[in-house]
């Protein structure tokens, strides 16, 4: 089932880079930016986390924190943030149950990779509810970007 605007955002509770625990609950009274991508060290998620890393001031300037999430152990995203400069938090969804929760889940991916996050981004007001919801079927197409910034203003 697809979530939409207007939807309560699933709970998670997830663990960053720094083995640090961190849930959806600690969002609470601000605005979220999730921002699920198919796998570390590939290009086009390697660009999209990039651009968003030079442009967090958009996102932070209006009071909406990011959180990236993939399937990718905290060793490997631990690498990917520390090479890519990232200045944001990384979750590692290595049990595949929030990625499966946001509905931004592949069965089935490339080269036979099975349970992949989807290239996905939600954006979640301070009362937890959904008010973006964008989940892509081809991994090489990225998020409005654009839509996320002016739901973040309209939200924030």
């Known amino acids: 089932m697809a979530l939409k605007p207007g939807d309560k955002a699933p709970q998670f509770s997830l663990f ?10 600690e969002y609470e009274g601000k605005t979220l930016t999730l921002l699920f991508f198919p796998l570390a060290f590939t290009s086009v998620c390697t660009a999209e986390l990039c651009s968003v890393r030079d442009q967090i001031a958009d996102y932070q300037g209006v009071g909406s924190e990011v959180l990236g999430i993939s399937v990718d152990s905290v060793f490997t995203l631990a690498k990917f943030k520390e ?10 969804d290595f049990n595949k149950s929030t990625s499966e929760a946001y509905g931004a889940l592949y069965k089935d991916f490339v080269l036979g990779m099975k349970g992949v ?17 964008e989940v892509l079927e081809n991994a090489g197409d990225l998020p409005d970007m654009a839509a996320i910034k002016k739901t973040i203003k309209d939200f924030a």
């Not at 090479?83 to 590692?92: I, V």
């Not at 981004?121 to 509810?129: E, L």
């Open 16 to 25: 960053n880079t720094e083995k640090k625990e961190i849930s959806l609950k």
């Open 83 to 92: 090479e890519q400069k990232l200045n944001f938090n990384l979750l590692s």
């Open 117 to 133: 996050s989807k290239r996905s981004a939600f954006v979640i007001d301070s009362a937890g509810i959904i008010r973006y919801a």
